[in-house]
């Protein structure tokens, strides 16, 4: 039987959707400006497709929120091995690791962002195979799957006795109090041993600034004409910082800002803020992927809501990026994780992106779960019509 660690913090994340740049720090903060807790969430959707298994699993998990209650949800032959306190903090992440290693587990699953990461990797090192469920503001390490679904579809894989090599995967961080600045520092803080599964787990995220200036100027011209009499949202991102730089208008480094007739409107705006703004005047949304990952949604702007993305309508967002930034996903797509199955297949597909001054390429947008489950409805209906065939 498969042996399975789950370790969920509750509160991964909380502060991105209220513009807080993540949750060090900020919990009280975060909840007060009405932040939910969305990690449970999050591991749910990873989790959720181990329920359709005949193959046995068991789970050693902590109590509550970090994981005794969504196995109750889903049905989960489980343990409790850890108990948490109230409310949870890293010691609780660190204690209930250690408590799950010495139990020598097939896999350690854990859901929250890159200090969550860090937590883990400080209780157990290399000694645990593990794999992340993408919960958290920031997600620079190469240790969670590229969606909750993905890191889902690797566990499924594990424990119907498929194949898997293991690969050292770098842990990431950055410093949270000069990120809420503008400033990024990040840091490796060590490997773990992750499932090589290279379709659904993510690549670490390119450090540096992007330093082709010519090409960044084409694109800020090209944007601007663009969008000169219309209000537009303006995404994270140095793609978008440098269009902001042309403007002459501050920019929130990975956060969210307004701008109409260029004039900023409001800065660094939250989830319902951005919902209250858009309401009653046509906006588009300026955005540019992750280097190295190629998320478009579901990293480091939770402000970018799936109400939100909705509201606005796929012909109003606006993709930027260098050929540089797209080579380097050497033919993967673009990921849109938005926490909404429908509305991430509404987004895959074709999309335009601009490249320089009059100048596009189309990039496939996918859903890397969604694309397993067309294939095999695929296969399923092929198998149909060979059937049929045959009668």
Avoid: W
Avoid at 190 to 195: A, L
Avoid at 292 to 313: M, T, V, W, Y
Wanted: with cysteine; proline share 3%.
């Amino acid at each position: 039987m498969i042996k399975l660690g789950l370790i969920i913090n509750p509160i991964a994340g909380v502060g991105g959707s209220v513009a807080l740049k993540g949750s060090d720090g900020v919990v009280e903060q975060a909840l007060a400006r009405g932040a939910e807790k969305k990690a449970n969430l999050r591991a749910e959707q990873a989790l959720q497709q181990l329920t359709r298994l005949t193959e046995p699993f068991e789970v050693y998990t902590a109590s509550g929120e970090m994981g005794q209650h969504l196995c109750e949800q889903l049905g989960f032959a489980y343990q409790v091995v850890y108990n948490a306190a109230e409310p949870t903090s890293a010691a609780d992440t660190q204690q209930a690791a250690m408590a799950i290693a010495k139990l020598q587990v097939d896999l350690l699953v854990f859901a929250g962002g890159d200090g969550t990461a860090r937590d883990v990797l400080l209780a157990v090192g290399e000694q645990v195979n593990c794999l992340g469920i993408p919960a958290g503001c920031k997600i620079h390490s190469g240790v969670y799957g590229v969606t909750p679904k993905a890191s889902g579809l690797v566990i499924e894989k594990l424990i119907k006795g498929e194949m898997l090599s293991l690969k050292n995967a770098d842990v990431m961080d950055i410093d949270e109090q000069a990120f809420r600045q503008g400033r990024v520092r990040a840091k490796c803080f060590g490997e773990m041993m992750v499932p090589d599964e290279l379709r659904y787990v993510q690549a670490v995220k390119q450090g540096g600034i992007e330093s082709e200036d010519l090409v960044l100027q084409d694109i800020a011209a090209e944007v601007i004409e663009m969008l000169a009499d219309e209000q537009f949202i303006a995404g994270s991102g140095s793609t978008v910082a440098a269009i902001m730089q042309e403007l002459s208008l501050p920019n929130t480094l990975l956060g969210v800002d307004l701008v109409k007739d260029h004039q900023i409107v409001q800065e660094d705006l939250t989830a319902d803020e951005l919902i209250n703004r858009i309401s009653h005047v046509k906006t588009k949304l300026l955005i540019t992927p992750i280097g190295g990952q190629g998320h478009l949604f579901g990293r480091g702007n939770q402000q970018l809501s799936s109400a939100l993305i909705r509201k606005l309508g796929r012909d109003n967002i606006v993709v930027v990026a260098t050929k540089t930034k797209l080579k380097s996903l050497h033919g993967r797509p673009l990921i849109v994780d938005t926490g909404d199955t429908e509305l991430d297949k509404i987004l895959s597909g074709s999309i335009k992106v601009i490249t320089g001054y009059r100048d596009y390429i189309m990039y496939r947008v996918s859903n890397p779960e969604n694309e397993v489950t067309d294939a095999q409805k695929l296969c399923h209906s092929a198998a149909d019509l060979s059937e049929q065939s045959r009668h």
